[in-house]
């Protein structure tokens, strides 16, 4: 079945950084899009950074422009999530999500916990 798995939350300091991962399995990773979102309590569910089936392109919110990154590696079905300089308003539960391009077919990860904070 579909499995979307992340890793890497926690607890860290505001300054700081954290590489979050999310294992993919059940299908065939490299057709689809791939994005982190996030949600903060008591907020939407926002996409914070996209890449697209090659790698090839991104998008971003403004809040993380600079200091998050994105990556994915076709080989080991995994996406990442880098980010640097961390804020305590980055603080939020970070959700992975496949999407087949072009059609509505979407999965999400269960999500892992952010923290920033001294």
């Known amino acids: 079945q579909v499995q979307l798995v992340e890793s890497g939350g926690g607890l860290v300091q505001p300054g700081g950084s954290l590489r979050l991962s999310c294992a993919a399995s059940?299908?065939?990773?490299?057709?689809?899009?791939m994005s982190w979102y996030r949600q903060a309590p008591g907020k939407e569910r926002e996409l914070v950074l996209g890449?697209?089936?090659?790698?090839?392109?991104?998008s971003y919110a403004d809040s993380v422009k600079d200091r998050f990154t994105i990556s994915r590696d076709n080989a080991k079905n995994t996406v990442y999530l880098q980010m640097n300089s961390l804020k305590p308003e980055d603080t939020a539960v970070y959700y992975c999500?496949?999407?087949?391009?072009?059609?509505?077919?979407?999965?999400w990860g269960q999500g892992t916990q952010v923290t920033v904070s001294s």
């Open positions: 059940g299908f065939t990773f490299s057709n689809y899009d």
């Open positions: 890449i697209s089936t090659t790698g090839g392109s991104t």
């Open positions: 999500n496949a999407k087949w391009p072009g059609t509505t077919i979407n999965y």
